[in-house]
């Protein structure tokens, strides 16, 4: 028996071994790519989601950028059906994403950075090899798996650190966020074994978000060397706007103040279609949401106090998913946090309408006429609180 178990041992021991040496090949391969395009398709889901909450397809141009400190490469994105059509990108100084809600390309220089690190999503080719390095080299509480199939080999991560862990070039442990339910991370990489190269991978926060990116149709190492002025991709039209500093586009949702409020349509939870004038009657403070901002989710609990605080047959509150979420997604996440006041799915429409670029949250309080009264960006647990319920007192007066 002792020496049957001897003997697992050292295949368990072996296999590990090999395991490790073939990543170790991996990210060799993946180190000799200079320069890459693909098409790139993503999924996202939040937690307890069937269909994914969000879909998108771009094409890429990845570069790696040694002068970059921050995640080592530089990339482009495009419009996936109209390669012609900038969408965003960074070049180790800035990053430019188009809103095509205001007609602005913002800008992000980093200068107002709340970490030591730059939040930008590296591109698929730079994400991966920085998740296989750590993975052979970490000495964080980590468990892996590998397996093997006829056509790939799987690489599952799963990492227990207390805090979230992302990797920006280099893994970074975030602090602790109080919206997060698990911070366990689980990675999975899905390698093809005919190139030897990854071709998909899977980010799950446990209790959160996840989501998939594929990549399809690779080129390697066919772009000339990075020479590229993001400004000169911004199509005729769009103006520049630099994030963190105040424009003309942050005062046009505050125009709407003293007006009254464009109308608009959403759904309810039923799938019927409720629209903003059969609200008239009531002071009504409508919260314009999206599911996946964190921000939004801190402000669940104050709103459901709040639906209770006052009465019924005075005051309404109502919230709409901005975002355009699958209307399955939406229940879903009126289920998972406990949301008690009425939640409807909305379109991009009432962005436009109300001018907001796609910010959320968004707070605008309505007298019984639907006549706007007040505007508030934003949420401040406390600060932004006491702004809404003094409102909301003075017109019930």
Known sequence: MKTLIILAMCL??????QAQEYLREVLSKLESVKSATYDLYSEGWMAGDTLPSSVSKVFVEEYRNPQDTTIGSSFLEWDSEDQTRFESGYDGAV????????????????????FPVRLIQPPFFNYVTSIIRYTLETKDNVTREVKETEKEYYLKLTIDEGVEVEFFGKPFHFPEMSFMADPIMVFEIWIDKETGLPYKYKRELCGSNSGIDE?????????????????????????????????????????????????????NMQGDSVSLSSLKGKVTLLNLTGIGCGVCQLAIPFLNELDKRFDKDKFQL??????????????NYISRHQIGYTFLSGNEQVVI???TGGFVPFFF???????????????????????????IEELLK
């Open 12 to 17: 368990l021991a072996d296999s590990s071994l």
């Open 353 to 355: 309408d109300y001018k």
């Open 215 to 267: 990549c399809s149709n690779v080129k390697l190492n066919t772009l000339p060397d990075k020479n590229f002025d993001l400004y000169a991709l911004v199509p005729e039209g769009y103006e520049l706007v630099r994030m963190g500093e105040k424009n003309k586009y942050d005062e046009e949702p505050f125009k709407l103040a003293d007006k009254p409020a464009p109308d608009w349509t959403a759904v």
């Open 95 to 114: 990053s430019v994403y188009m809103n095509r809600y205001q007609k602005t390309a913002e800008v992000n220089d980093f200068s107002n950075q709340f």
């Open 365 to 391: 309080l309505f007298d019984e006429n639907l006549v706007i009264r007040k505007i508030i960006k934003g949420y401040a647990k406390g600060t932004t609180e006491k702004k809404i319920i003094d409102a």
């Open 318 to 331: 109502v919230a709409i998913d901005s975002w355009g979420k699958p209307l399955a997604n939406v229940r």
